[in-house]
């Protein structure tokens, strides 16, 4: 017997394991065409600053085909790299370090692979950059054997209207009727972590708008450099190689690396016992391994700056929550950055109670990991890992309550546990964050429920005594002979004062 | 701010997203790296008709440094293959439709760029196939950016004592003391499926061996043809394509599908409104759609037969359970084969109770796929959900109580939930052979605590009665002057005609 050995291109090794990738049945792979191209598209506005505007229509067609198209107003893309950015996988412009939705440079080509494979149809796309005299509109396909873009189709239009953005329209065969919550749940939690754009939907059986509630945008982050911390053997040795002649040690870590400075540099190399002057070109294979474990283990170092990551901030995480959970009280910690292996991190969280948020066992969970919310796979997350770790009952609330967890968690690299990006690992770093954040938002919620308890409290104490009032002025009266509506008046001024004290006292 | 765009190669990608593979961090990494080497090994066996000789051993070396090295007795690599079987992503021979631990092309490579990124030391390969006269040893990197190996050095030596197999070596920075625990409990759990295997575990702390405890093989799978409700609108495109001219529409069916002969491909045709006698060559791509959606949702195709398959089969199962459980009571059964989405699948349950299982709140389980065993992610496996759905105490179990539950699924296209093959999802078809198997396993065991209450009552029985023969016989005897012992020989008669009369009677 024997074997026959053969090379995948990766479009074919996706097209295969597509179900790797999210795409692993007629359901989910509407819900994840879905995801991609919204994701596309709020990267390719907020980005750039612009206030994204997103619409997502779905449409259903004869057996079981399903119409998806998404248009953005963000910058577009180029022309000439249309059919590359729709048509080969691996191929992006997001493999830098700066917080993105998109990092696989993968899912939109996914969603447009699933599209040929299940009904052959390539996917159009209608794209104009800033300023652009003309509309492109592309019919692409992929070449899946060799990973290469085939283009169907090009109109060139005129744009008149000075029109900018993307539209992407696909058709795939799956299943619109079961997806169809999935989707409008993601929309929801879209529209919950991303409070200054303005999202609509439409399909055959409903239709959602969410208005922008904020039309300020997070600040945009900045490409940044790989930290000292992060780096591996094989980084090195590239880094190295691209290096000119005569470059010396010091000056290499000061140029190429995050929060290095020449001070930094020196001390380190005095820490790790490499020569700071020596010419970086001359270290070998095995001195490299150990400058980078020296790298990976020197405590020296400045945290990487969080200039690449874009949180959204306390006020718009809490309006968002406010404005599609409607509760009775919601409050947001945005944690100071912190790192795990060289690569930056910031989580935020929020809570939300009563009102509108129904009562549940226990607390409903919204994850979101670089402004994607998560809906599958909750179990193996870690933000479920914290919330299940608290004992609620030691922030006043007993279960079931009208509960619900928000986690946000922005890093040049989440953790995700697969390229689906439905779960994120239970890195320590993180973890303890998480748990930071939300102690510090029950706390908040516990001073909240006790100043409603006290209320209560005072509000049946002061009841009570205005039902004697009557009664006592009366019979104080008959005592006394005072005249019973000064004894009234002077008792419920008694009640005032006392109710105005125990507001000061607790 | 203008973007730049880059393709990366399968290597890059998978350098940069490492942890989507298993790679997560420095213990899951030398785990992960032992396992995808032992997978092999065992494949290059059995596929192969050789009872597997694996060895494994881990030392660990300054700063961290761990070297992994295994060792079979299997069919080896041709040498000109060595060096992209070792040093390419996506390049492989397991790409064909036969159950195989490997699929993916990905989990040797993957282990040799975490040595590489971590140490920067190549693999060392020593091979030999078959007969051949010598012997290969090759260190090998990959050139990540381009996706292709670097031979760095190349030994050829006379293979004098006729050995062949395959002897990977890997250099890697981990945590093996944390990793340790894990590593053994694969090795244990992958003794318990493969019985007939030796495989011998050294390391500076322990060592372990399972010797074989059968030397029968399951029969290898063979290579088969992709079943008619599998197929996509891409793979018909390209079998079209690959057709010659002149091949008709029934003639193409018969050919290429499993299961389909001339007279289920006309009667298909028939039904689905297609000329049987037209040219293949002729479809378009929305006939090419039509044909697929027909194809899936055609409710006359024979099932996908199972050649393609290898379960272990009961007897072997059960033989894999005692040896590593030890328990006091086991069974297994392996399901008829089944099919989800055009892919063939067999489940195979066991249950083991009593013995050296210790008891527990939950039954403890045992998850395998292709004979892998899998030891993360277990809360998102749909085995967990099966065992979870099952009230035990149905089965007269009652909680906490000494129960393992063994679950394998053998498919040429295991429903993973990643690359890093850790827990499978929840296809509805999987689902429900799975509790099938396990309710069939639970009603054994209920049987035989069944068995054991009534032999328990019965013995209690026998005590009570044998307490009072000596007093009765006197008794007796006082009364009717016969002989006490004759009396107490008939008494001790009549109990034990009635034990084996309550023996037959229930």
Redesign the interface.
């Known amino acids: 017997?024997r074997?026959?050995?053969?090379?995948?291109?990766?479009s074919?090794?996706f097209?295969?394991?597509r179900?790797?990738a999210g795409f692993?049945?007629p359901t989910r792979a509407v819900y994840q065409a879905v995801r991609e191209l919204v994701e596309n598209a709020l990267d390719a506005t907020e980005m750039?600053g612009l206030l994204p505007d997103v619409k997502i229509e779905v449409g259903e067609e004869a057996?079981?085909r399903v119409r998806i198209c998404v248009e953005d107003n963000g910058v577009g893309v180029?022309a000439l790299?249309v059919p590359?950015?729709f048509g080969?996988v691996?191929?992006?412009?997001k493999?830098?370090l700066r917080q993105a939705r998109g990092v696989?440079?993968l899912g939109v080509k996914m969603a447009v692979l699933y599209a040929?494979?299940?009904?052959?149809?390539p996917v159009r796309i209608r794209t104009a950059t800033r300023k652009s005299p003309f509309i492109y509109e592309f019919d692409v396909l992929i070449d899946?054997?060799r990973n290469l873009p085939v283009i169907r189709n090009l109109r060139v239009l005129r744009n008149v209207d000075g029109w900018h953005g993307t539209r992407v329209e696909l058709l795939l065969?799956g299943n619109w009727q079961q997806a169809r919550r999935r989707v409008e749940e993601y929309i929801r939690r879209t529209a919950m972590i991303t409070p200054y754009a303005t999202i609509t939907f439409r399909c055959p059986q409903s239709s959602l708008t969410f208005e922008r509630s904020s039309s300020k945008l997070p600040p945009a982050p900045a490409v940044g450099k790989p930290h000292p911390k992060g780096v591996?053997?094989?980084?090195l040795?590239?880094m190295v190689e691209r290096c000119r002649r005569g470059a010396t040690l010091a000056k290499f870590l000061s140029t190429h690396f995050d929060g290095v400075g020449p001070i930094t540099a020196q001390k380190f190399c005095e820490w790790a016992g490499f020569d700071p002057n020596m010419e970086v070109k001359e270290l070998r294979?095995?001195d490299?391994?150990e400058l980078?474990?020296k790298m990976q283990a020197y405590g020296g170092w400045r945290r990487p700056r969080p200039i690449t990551l874009s949180p959204l901030g306390e006020e718009l995480l809490i309006r968002g929550v406010k404005s599609v959970l409607k509760p009775e009280f919601a409050t947001a910690v945005t944690r100071p950055p912190s790192s795990y292996a060289g690569h930056p991190f910031i989580v935020e969280v929020a809570i939300a109670y009563g009102g509108e948020v129904p009562p549940a066992e226990e607390p409903i969970l919204y994850r979101f990991a670089n402004r994607i919310p998560l809906l599958y796979?909750e179990?193996?997350d870690v933000a479920k890992k914290v919330v299940r770790k608290i004992d609620w009952s030691v922030y006043k609330v007993k279960m079931p309550a009208p509960l619900a967890v928000v986690t946000h968690i922005c890093s040049t690299k989440v953790?995700?546990?697969?390229?689906?990006k439905e779960a994120v690992?239970d890195?320590p770093e993180v973890e303890r964050e998480l748990e930071m954040g939300l102690r510090e938002c029950a706390r908040r919620l516990r001073r909240h429920l006790s100043r409603l308890e006290r209320m209560m409290e005072v509000k049946r104490w002061e009841v009570t005594m205005r039902k004697y009032v009557d009664e006592v002025a009366r019979a104080i009266g008959y005592v006394t002979g005072d005249g019973e509506d000064l004894l009234r008046r002077r008792l419920l001024e008694l009640i005032k004062s006392r109710l105005a004290r125990r507001g000061v006292a607790r």
């Open positions: 017997m074997e026959r050995y053969e090379q995948l291109s990766p074919e090794f097209y295969r394991n179900e790797v692993s049945n750039y057996d079981g180029s790299e590359n950015v080969r691996f191929y992006g412009s493999y830098v696989f440079g040929q494979l299940t009904t052959g149809q899946v054997e065969r591996d053997v094989e980084m040795r590239r294979v095995e490299l391994e980078a474990a796979d179990g193996v953790p995700f546990k697969g390229v689906g690992a890195v």
